[in-house]
């Protein structure tokens, strides 16, 4: 049992698979869906018209390349005896991926797990293959083609309403991720991976098969928890001034 209560006379939920997490927190009654504002379809127009301003990369440079956002948690230096195994997956990740070789990645580290030792890895490989990135991700993927994760992110949803493909690595250890799994709810909207091998043959059906078929299920599943392209700011708006 949850050991506070909120006060209020609303509360605003994205979705209904919040409600779980709410409900004894708040009178029921006080609960009101009301979708995701930023997944609203005129954001969507913003930012798809200035989606090549402001990149802190140089575009033109890659715009005719396979680019792929990889949203990268570096967990380096944070947990105990696990760099030699996140090093071991990065160089398996790097090394499948750039079999293709009109790919280049994207990286947007994690803000609050940004140790550069990462780049130790990454050095290894051709510099004109990766890219460090700290725009926002609805930026980077309004102008990629794929977009890569590790696991539990809140940005896959972000990756979904831009229309990406969305594919999450392995867990490289059991030594992390352990207690974020407590508290994060899977909503089944991405392609999981367990390997260097999968990774590249799952790339492969995107890139030149199947690329359609296989964002349709996820993105069916994410417009029904997340109703993209509605007018979630105006309901908000007319409910506040109800109360």
Same mark, same amino acid.
């Given at each position: ?8 006379? +609303?509360?605003?939920? *994205? @979705? ?7 409900? #004894?927190?708040? /009178?029921?009654? =006080?609960? %009101? !869906? ?74 947007? +580290?994690?803000?609050? *797990? @940004? ?7 990454? #050095?290894?490989? /051709?510099?004109? =293959?990766? %890219? !460090? ?111």
């Amino acid at each position: 049992p949850h050991a506070f209560k909120l006060r209020g006379d +609303i509360l605003l939920l *994205a @979705n209904e698979e919040t409600i779980p997490f709410c409900k #004894n927190l708040i /009178d029921r009654k =006080k609960i %009101i !869906i009301c979708g995701t504002p930023k997944y609203d379809g005129f954001w969507k127009k913003v930012l798809l018209k200035n989606s090549f301003k402001n990149l802190d990369f140089r575009y033109n440079l890659v715009k005719k390349k396979y680019l792929i956002t990889f949203a990268y948690t570096s967990f380096f230096d944070l947990y105990k005896n696990v760099n030699h195994k996140l090093h071991t997956q990065l160089f398996d990740i790097m090394n499948s991926i750039l079999k293709f070789k009109d790919v280049v990645l994207i990286f947007k +580290i994690h803000p609050r *797990a @940004n140790t550069n030792s990462y780049l130790e890895t990454l #050095n290894k490989f /051709d510099n004109s =293959k990766w %890219i !460090i990135s700290k725009n926002h991700i609805i930026n980077l993927a309004s102008v990629s083609k794929c977009f890569l994760h590790t696991p539990l992110t809140s940005t896959v949803t972000d990756a979904l309403f831009m229309g990406l493909p969305t594919i999450e690595i392995w867990n490289p250890t059991r030594d992390i991720y352990s207690n974020e799994r407590k508290i994060f709810y899977d909503e089944n909207l991405t392609n999981k991976i367990k390997n260097g091998d999968q990774l590249k043959n799952f790339l492969k059906k995107i890139k030149y098969k199947k690329k359609k078929d296989i964002l349709k299920k996820k993105f069916n599943r994410f417009k029904k928890i997340y109703r993209p392209n509605s007018n979630s700011a105006n309901f908000i708006i007319k409910k506040i001034n109800n109360v």
